[in-house]
Structures are given as C-alpha cells and as structure tokens.
C-alpha cells in the first residue's frame, strides 16, 4: 500500500548528540512536512518542502534543519538536542497544485533526550 | 495567528451512543480536514471537506462544511470502543498558504464498553 513511513519509530539521543529522523513516501507526493508534536497538543509544523523548494516557519528554531534529496525521502536534522526537543516528529506528505489536498501523515517518531 | 475552537475538550460516552464535535473560527477556511489519532501513531484522515456547504460520510462518520465557511462538524454514530481516540480538526484558510494546516486543539474521545 502506499504510505508514508517514519523510521524509527523511538529514537533515543543525548543532550547536544546531533540525531537524524527520516521519512519516505510512496505516494510520489511532491509536498513533504515535518510537524513537531508535543503531548496532549496539536502537531506544530517546523517546515515544509514543495519540490525542493524549502520553506521555514519563522518560529522554528535554528536547531532544526531538513533535507530532501529526491521526491521520496526528507529528513530532520536537530544539530544539538535539548530536553525541550523531545517529542513525537511526524511526517506529512500531500500533493501540490492549485487545489487543496489532504495531508497524509506518517506514524511518527518519538524522540527521548537523556 | 489563525486559531480554530474545538469543542469539546474531551467526551466520555457509552459504547453505542452518538457524538459530534464541532469546530469554529472566526476567519473563512477554504478546506475542512477531520482527522483521528490514537496514542503513539499518525494522525489518519478520516473526512476533507471542500465546499461550503458540503456534507460527507465515511462509515459511521458524517462531517459538515459550514455554510459560512467557518465551521465544521463531525458526527459519530452508534460508537464503538475502537473509536477511542483524539480526534483533530484542521483547515487551510482563505487567505493563507495551501500548504499550512491549522488545527484545532483535539476532542479526546473515550468509549466505556
């Protein structure tokens, strides 16, 4: 089935330990997202790419940065964890183009920092 | 920035008996999402709504478009224990990116059997 598929799904880091999360899609979705989620809140979204093109949320920290090397991988880099970081990251796909389309998500990566 | 109001915060019901949920915002949404998450997964979409007005069924699941574009409702009928869960309302607004999603802050749904 197509899908998008988060690995891993718990991630564990030090404080200040650079971590990568990754995402793939088999929707051949041209628009990929990474949302931060905290517990019991909404997903907050960090950034976004359509094609290559990247775009920032302005409150997003400098701490994370993203990559996405063809149509069906992105990742998240977090350069230096802190405690504040841990969280579940999820990964959004959706197609592009003048109409709105649903954003489909992936089942997540938590994240613990010791 | 744009906020949507999820009503209610949390519903404890009785398997077999019906909910709904709504959703406002004091802004016009060009898109209605309505979306379940359950503990340690992704949120899945369950309904999207276009058009003002518009009402749609997924199973048990009926959700409405408000015509004012500035609401939307989610109804579950005869609910069972697997429908536990949190569900989110999101929207792109009219005005805003195509790409940026609001959301509401979550109905935590639970079913006693």
């Known amino acids: 089935d197509a899908m998008v598929i988060q690995n891993p799904r718990y991630q564990v880091t030090q404080f200040g330990k650079p971590v990568t999360l990754s995402c793939s899609q088999t929707l051949n979705h041209n628009v990929m997202y990474w949302y931060q989620q905290k517990s019991s809140q909404a997903p907050k979204l960090l950034f976004h790419y359509y094609d290559k093109d990247f775009n920032n949320e302005a409150d997003t920290p400098d701490n994370f940065q993203s990559r996405r090397p063809n149509t069906s991988f992105c990742f998240l880099d977090i350069r230096s964890p802190g405690l504040g970081d841990a969280a579940m990251y999820l990964c959004?796909?959706?197609?592009?183009?003048?109409?709105?389309?649903?954003?489909?998500f992936g089942d997540g990566t938590r994240l613990s920092i010791l | 920035g744009q906020q949507l109001n999820q009503s209610p915060q949390s519903m404890f019901i009785q398997e077999g008996e019906d909910v709904s949920m709504n959703c406002t915002s004091s802004?016009?949404?060009?898109?209605w999402l309505w979306y379940k998450q359950e503990p340690g997964e992704g949120p899945v979409l369950l309904i999207a709504?276009?058009?003002?007005?518009e009402l749609t069924s997924n199973g048990r699941l009926t959700a409405q478009f408000g015509i004012t574009r500035k609401d939307s409702f989610l109804n579950i009928s005869a609910s069972i224990p697997s429908d536990v869960g949190i569900y989110f309302c999101?929207?792109?607004?009219?005005?805003?990116?195509?790409?940026?999603?609001?959301f509401g802050k979550g109905t935590l749904l639970t079913v006693n059997p």
């Open positions: 802004s016009i949404f060009n898109t």
């Open positions: 999101a929207g792109t607004h009219s005005g805003g990116s195509n790409y940026k999603l609001t």
């Open positions: 959004a796909t959706s197609r592009g183009g003048r109409s709105n389309q649903p954003q489909h």
């Open positions: 709504l276009y058009k003002a007005g």
